[in-house]
């Protein structure tokens, strides 16, 4: 676990040769309704080396959006940027409209509601929501699904080898 975040730590600060062939980066690797959020790292459309770190509060429906290194989303104006369209897309995917509504406070949609009817009903706007502590649950994330041994290619992982690739 340790050596994962050292290993992220010093990809950030010292070049690494990026790998020959890239992988194609998930869109989002990671989405979680935790701590009164729905929160995630979303892969960046233009950059492959960038994620951005993206969140949404249940109840006052604030929202944020920034890098991984605290620096704000160009997208993020009064209204989410696509990170967060992106975000509460692949939460409606995996936790089922229902449940991502039901968590956030918002009125439930029908069967065909997605994740940007979801971002259109949010009344709150832009709140100050620290990266750092989503973007550590996300490591986290990648430490703990290294553990089981498995033979299957994890979704996730994909994103890390990406990293090599900072400018
Ligand atoms: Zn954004």
Known sequence: MNADRTAWDRRSVVPVIPPIQRRKLAKVPFVELADGRLQGV?????????????SIAAKTHGFNCSTNNNRPCGGLGSRPCKHLVALATEAVLQYGFERVARYLGVEAGDGDSTGGDLIRVLKGGPESIPAATVFSRFLRHLAYLEVPATTEPIADLQWFPATGAVR
Do not use: P
């Open 42 to 54: 979303v892969s960046s459309g233009s950059d492959i080396a960038r994620v951005y770190v993206s």
